[in-house]
C-alpha cells in the first residue's frame, strides 16, 4: 500500500487496567513515527496521572464515561457505547476505528473501516481456566463479542493460539489475521541478582497467583510478585508466601525486571503475555506455564511447568538458581527470540491491515455497498 492510502489519524480504544494500555501507547508511538495520529478514547476507570501524561504525549487522550464489558452485568449499560464512538469519531476526523474490545463495534453504525483487536474476553478466558462455557448470565458477552466480530473489517489476534481459541469459541472467523504484540523496552545491560520476579493483575485467577505463591517457599531465591491483589469489582488475592510488591509503575516494573535473574508466569490463559517479553528483553531467564500461547512464542528458549503443580514452577526456579551457566543461556536464548516481536513488524503489520480494510472500505462506499 502506497503511503497516501494509509489512515493519517485513528481513533483507538484502550483503558488502564490492564496490559491493553501499555499496547495502546507502544503502538501508537510506532505509528506516529510512520505519520498515523492516534486518539485515544479511554474506558472504564480512569487512568492515573503518569497515565494521561504518557497518553498526551503520544496522542490526544479522550475519556469515556461507559464501562469495560467485563466489568458489568448488565448489556445495557453498553448501549451508548457506538453512538459515543461515532460522535468522537466525527469531532476528530478519524478515518480508522482501532477497537481493543471486540464488543466496541456491536452496532456501530459508521461509514468508517473497522478493525477489532482481540486481546481477551471473557469467553476465551472461561475456555482456558474454567474449561467451560460462560455462565448463562454472562452469554450476553458472548452474543455482542459477536456481534463485533461480524461488523470488523479486520479482527486481529496476538497469537495463533489465540486466534484458535476465538474459533472454537465463537466458531467461523473468516477475516482474523495474527499480528504479535512488541515492547518498546529497551533495556540497558546491569548485573543480574538472584532473585524471581512475577508480574499480573494476581486479582484475576487467569494469572494463577496461588500457584506461584505456593511455590515460594521451595525457591532457593526470594521471590517477588509485582502488581495489583484487588480488582475493579472487588476481586482479591492475599499473597501470603511470596514477596507481595503491590501495584508499581511501568517504570519502576522495569527497573526491577533489569536485575531480575528469573522471571517467571504461571498463567492459565495468556493470549500473548508482554511481561515475558519484556523480561526476555531484559535477559531473564524465563520459567513459564506450560500453556498453548507460551509453546507458540518461547519453546525451546524457556523451561515450562504443569500450571496446576506448584513443585513443577519450583523445581524449574531452582533449576535455573542452581545453575548460572544453564540461565546465562536460556537468557541468551530468550532475548534472541525476543528479537522476532520488534515494534517495527507489528507496526508494519498493522499499518497494511489498516491500509487494505481502508482501501476496501471506500471501493464498497463507491459501488453503493454502504450507505
Known amino acids: ?25 507502544d503502538l501508537a508511538r510506532g505509528l506516529r513515527l510512520l505519520g498515523v495520529e492516534t486518539i485515544f478514547a479511554g474506558f472504564g476507570p480512569l487512568p492515573s496521572q503518569a497515565q494521561s501524561a504518557e497518553a498526551d504525549k503520544i496522542g490526544t487522550l479522550v475519556w469515556l464515561e461507559a464501562p469495560l464489558d467485563w466489568t458489568i452485568d448488565s448489556e445495557n449499560q453498553l448501549e451508548p457505547i457506538s453512538g459515543l464512538l461515532a460522535e468522537l469519531a466525527l469531532a476528530h476526523s478519524a478515518e480508522l476505528l482501532h477497537l481493543n474490545l471486540p464488543s466496541q463495534a456491536a452496532g456501530l453504525a459508521v461509514a468508517l473501516p473497522v478493525v477489532v483487536v482481540s ?38 489476534a496476538p497469537s495463533r493460539s489465540h486466534a484458535a481459541s476465538l474459533r472454537r469459541c465463537y466458531g467461523r ?12 523496552f529497551a533495556p540497558a545491560r546491569v548485573p543480574k541478582e538472584d532473585f524471581v520476579l512475577a508480574a499480573g493483575r494476581w486479582w484475576d485467577d487467569g494469572k ?45 516494573l522495569m527497573t526491577l525486571m533489569v ?61 535455573f538458581a542452581g545453575d548460572a551457566g544453564l540461565r546465562a543461556e536460556y537468557a541468551v536464548k530468550a532475548r534472541a527470540r525476543a528479537r522476532n516481536f520488534s515494534a517495527e513488524a507489528q507496526c508494519k503489520a498493522m499499518i497494511d491491515i489498516y491500509s487494505r480494510v481502508a482501501v476496501e472500505t471506500c471501493n464498497f462506499a463507491a459501488t453503493g455497498a454502504i450507505s
Open 173 to 184: 472467523l473468516n477475516n482474523i489475521e495474527v499480528v504479535y504484540n512488541s515492547s518498546h
Open 119 to 156: 486481546h481477551s474476553c471473557v469467553v476465551t478466558w472461561f475456555d482456558a481456566v474454567r474449561d467451560s462455557d460462560v455462565p448463562p448470565d454472562w452469554l450476553w458477552q458472548k452474543h455482542r463479542n459477536h456481534m463485533g466480530f461480524q461488523r470488523a473489517e479486520a479482527i486481529v
Open 259 to 319: 536485575k531480575a535473574g528469573i522471571f517467571v508466569s504461571p498463567s492459565l490463559y495468556e493470549p500473548f503475555g508482554l511481561a515475558a517479553l519484556e523480561a526476555a528483553r531484559a535477559g531473564a531467564a524465563l520459567v513459564l506455564a506450560d500453556i498453548g500461547t507460551y509453546r507458540e512464542l518461547w519453546d525451546g528458549v524457556a523451561l515450562f511447568c504443569d500450571p496446576r503443580d506448584r513443585r513443577s514452577f519450583a523445581d524449574a526456579i531452582n533449576r
Open 1 to 25: 500500500m502506497t503511503i497516501a492510502e494509509r489512515p493519517r489519524r485513528i481513533l483507538m480504544t484502550m483503558d488502564a487496567v490492564g496490559g491493553v494500555w501499555r499496547y495502546a501507547m
Open 208 to 252: 494463577n497467583a496461588a500457584v506461584l505463591d505456593a511455590a515460594a517457599p521451595l525457591v532457593l531465591w526470594p521471590v517477588f510478585m509485582a502488581g495489583p491483589v484487588r480488582g475493579p469489582n472487588g476481586q482479591y488475592f492475599a499473597i501470603e508466601r511470596a514477596t507481595n510488591l503491590g501495584e508499581l509503575g511501568h517504570a519502576e
